[in-house]
């Protein structure tokens, strides 16, 4: 497999996935891609952009209004005020994937990222998560790292092997689990309880959030179980993708445990 190499950043987004022109962009949404980010000048009108906008609504796609200059720094070219990339994965639905695990006769092992921004951080955690074989990864339509071409790198290719999921709400979604008989597990230093507590040969979504702004509390409140790593050192925190790792392999080390 093929990755890019590490080049300027204008560079490296115009020859990947890239697609500017207000047509243009139509025509990417129209086919079925997945818009991971779209831009839009700020106060751009007439009927193209009202035709793009109307578009926008029906495919319930988030556009980001920002200055020309954004636009001329991501593309010289005669981008008409929109400028779209592409993922490189096409996003699945946990709802579609559930039914399949049991189906099969496997216990689900679902990971749910909240608010990880951080692109290498998002391409670790995935790689540590296939290697591991959870079931999917779960992540917000707002306020998650791209999957750009830094986090494919980074995950070693495991984010075209693992099933992504992004949702618009994702405290429905993990209610959704929970009514498919999936405990919810927060990875958190709000507890007295440490990751070894949870039986985690239950059907589980292992929450993990970021470094600076944890887990959102209204995930927090209806998990089953809290659980933190414990530390011992002098430093407080582990990097998100260390953490995750640490859970993720807890609760295989129990299911192991459980086959052998």
């Known amino acids: 497999m093929a990755f890019?190499?590490?080049r300027e950043p204008r560079e490296k987004r115009e020859s990947n996935q890239m697609v500017f022109g207000i047509r243009a962009v139509m025509e990417a949404i129209t086919s079925g891609k997945e818009i991971e980010a779209l831009y839009v000048q700020r106060g751009l009108g007439g009927d193209l952009w009202y035709e793009l906008r109307t578009l926008l609504t029906e495919y319930q796609i988030q556009a980001q209004q920002v200055p020309v200059e954004k636009l001329n720094r991501l593309t010289m070219k005669n981008h008409q005020g929109a400028v779209a990339f592409i993922s490189p994965i096409t996003y699945q639905k946990v709802e579609d994937i559930?039914?399949?695990i049991f189906e099969k006769g496997e216990t689900p092992l679902i990971l749910i990222l909240d608010s990880i921004t951080d692109v290498r951080n998002m391409g670790a955690?995935?790689?540590t998560a296939e290697c591991?074989?959870?079931?999917?990864?779960?992540i917000p339509s707002k306020g998650s790292a791209q999957i750009n071409p830094d986090a494919i790198k980074t995950s070693a290719g495991a984010l075209?092997?693992?099933?992504?999921?992004r949702h618009d709400n994702i405290v429905q979604t993990a209610k959704f689990l929970q009514e498919s008989?999936?405990?919810l597990v927060c990875?958190?230093?709000k507890t007295n309880d440490y990751i070894y507590k949870p039986d985690y040969n239950m059907p589980t979504a292992i929450i993990m959030g970021s470094e600076d702004e944890g887990i959102r509390n209204e995930l927090i409140r209806i998990s089953d179980h809290l659980a933190?790593?414990?530390m011992l050192g002098e430093i407080e925190s582990l990097n998100v993708s260390v953490s995750a790792g640490v859970i993720i392999y807890e609760a295989i080390r129990q299911r192991q445990k459980i086959r052998d």
């Open 4 to 6: 890019h190499s590490n």
């Open 98 to 100: 559930i039914p399949q």
């Open 125 to 127: 955690i995935a790689r």
């Open 132 to 138: 591991a074989g959870v079931h999917a990864i779960v």
């Open 160 to 165: 075209y092997k693992i099933p992504v999921c």
């Open 181 to 183: 008989g999936l405990q």
């Open 187 to 189: 990875c958190t230093e």
């Open 228 to 230: 933190k790593i414990p």
